[in-house]
């Protein structure tokens, strides 16, 4: 098995955990984990492979779906005993975002020899699973919070992109993208790491805005 299958398959491990754990927080049925841990663990992965126009990695390979299927089955007998799950599903999606940012970039080049496509389908093999899970637990959106997230996935991608056009081995260029996301996603969750905001003027409420256009 290569390098970036096993990233690959970690990749949909680690997110398809963090959407069971985010099934244990609404406390679910089983099908509720299934559901999660599927669509987070292979969220990110369908939408690159759909913009590039190539088959969907878990149509063309039922492995992916089969482990995102055991992961859920897991975190449904066993979440109940971890007392910190939202800390564990953020570090755990650090992981995975860090993993899944190589793959993403990976293929991208792969297929398109861009390094520039190679660069945003990294960065969305690694957020959208997160985004998604977010979005059907109904909880605040990872991209709504203060804390580094797409930018560690762009850095990764990045920093994985540029080494891998050295013509450097693939093991070199995949430990520079895999640390630098999780050395700026971890110290994001660790020491608050943020970027600068725009502090200029908020936004008008919506129904202030709608009597200035009448």
Known sequence: MSLLMMLDYAGVALFAATGGLAA??????????????AA????????????????????????YLLICVVVGVFAFFTAHQVEWRYRL??????IGLSAYTVMGA???????????IAVVTGTMTATFGGILRDLIANEPSILLRPEIYVTAALAGASAFTAVELLDLPTGLSSAAGIVIAFAL???????GWTLPRYKARPGRPLEEALKKRK
């Open 24 to 37: 244990s927080r609404k406390q679910l049925d089983l099908i509720g984990f299934l559901f999660f841990s």
């Open 40 to 63: 987070t663990g292979v969220g990110g992965g369908t939408l690159r492979d759909l913009v590039l126009g190539a088959p969907v990695f878990w149509v063309a390979n039922p492995t």
């Open 89 to 94: 599903l953020i570090w755990l999606d650090a």
């Open 106 to 116: 990976a293929k991208g080049l792969a297929i398109t020899g861009s390094p520039t």
């Open 185 to 191: 996603r971890g110290g994001a969750l660790h020491y």
